[in-house]
C-alpha cells in the first residue's frame, strides 16, 4: 500500500513545437539544439509546463503556430492563467539556443533571436527568470519535474537518434 505522501509521476516527451501543461506531477523531457523551451513554475500551486518553440517570431496572424517563440511563450502565460495561476506566482527557466560550430549565420540569428524574445516576453509580464541555460555550442537532454521545478540538463555534442526519449508510439 502506498504511503499517503507518494507521489505518482508521469512522463511525457515534449516535441518540437507543443506546449504541455499537465494536471498531475510529471517528467517533462525533450531535446533541444537551437530551439528553446521555456519552463514556467507556479511557485504556489506546485505545477509546472513547459514549451519548445524553433523559430523567434512571426508577425502574421496566419502563421501563428507555437513554434514561433513569441506564441509559444505567450501561450504558456496565458495558459496559466487561465488555469487559476498569478503573474506573481510564478518564475521561469529558459534552456537551448545552442549553435553548432559550423553553423550557419543564420542559424546563430535564430537560435539567438529564440533565446532574447523568450527574456523580452516574460520580461514584459514581470516573470523573474530564475535559471538559464542557453548558448553554447553543444546540444541539450532536458528533464523538467513539473512538480519540483528541478531541471536536469545533459549537454551533448551532436543530437542522435537515441537521445530521444523511448517512448513508444507517437504522442
Same mark, same amino acid.
Not at 517533462?28 to 509546463?49: A, E, M
Not at 553548432?100 to 532574447?116: K, L, Y
Not at 519535474?145 to 513508444?168: G, K, L
Given at each position: 500500500?502506498?504511503? =499517503? ?5 508521469? $512522463? ?5 513545437? *507543443? ?23 507556479? /511557485? ?9 518553440? +524553433? *523559430? ?7 502563421? @501563428?503556430?507555437?513554434? *514561433?517563440?513569441?506564441?509559444?511563450? %505567450?501561450? +504558456?502565460?496565458?495558459?496559466? /492563467?487561465?488555469?487559476?495561476? $498569478? !503573474?506573481?506566482?510564478?518564475?521561469? =527557466? ?6 553548432? !560550430?559550423? @553553423? ?6 535564430? @537560435? ?16 523573474? %527568470? ?9 546540444? /541539450? ?16 555534442? /551532436? ?5 530521444? *526519449?523511448?517512448? =513508444?508510439?507517437?504522442?
Amino acid at each position: 500500500m502506498p504511503s =499517503q505522501h507518494t507521489v505518482q509521476r508521469n $512522463e511525457y516527451f515534449l516535441k518540437k513545437g *507543443y506546449i504541455y501543461i499537465p494536471s498531475v506531477p510529471t517528467l517533462i523531457s525533450t531535446v533541444l539544439g537551437s530551439g528553446i523551451s521555456v519552463c514556467l513554475w507556479d /511557485r504556489k500551486r506546485q505545477r509546472g509546463g513547459m514549451n519548445y518553440f +524553433l *523559430y523567434p517570431e512571426t508577425g502574421n496572424p496566419l502563421e @501563428a503556430r507555437s513554434i *514561433y517563440g513569441n506564441v509559444a511563450t %505567450i501561450a +504558456l502565460v496565458k495558459f496559466f /492563467r487561465e488555469d487559476g495561476s $498569478e !503573474i506573481k506566482d510564478l518564475e521561469a =527557466q529558459i534552456i537551448g539556443g545552442a549553435t553548432p !560550430i559550423d @553553423a550557419s549565420e543564420d542559424h546563430i540569428s535564430i @537560435a539567438r533571436g529564440n533565446v532574447f524574445i523568450a527574456r523580452k516576453i516574460l520580461r514584459r509580464y514581470g516573470i523573474p %527568470i530564475v535559471a538559464e541555460d542557453v548558448g553554447g555550442t553543444k546540444g /541539450r537532454k532536458v528533464v523538467f519535474n513539473t512538480f519540483t521545478s528541478e531541471i536536469a540538463i545533459v549537454h551533448v555534442d /551532436r543530437i542522435r537518434r537515441e537521445d530521444w *526519449y523511448p517512448y =513508444q508510439g507517437d504522442r
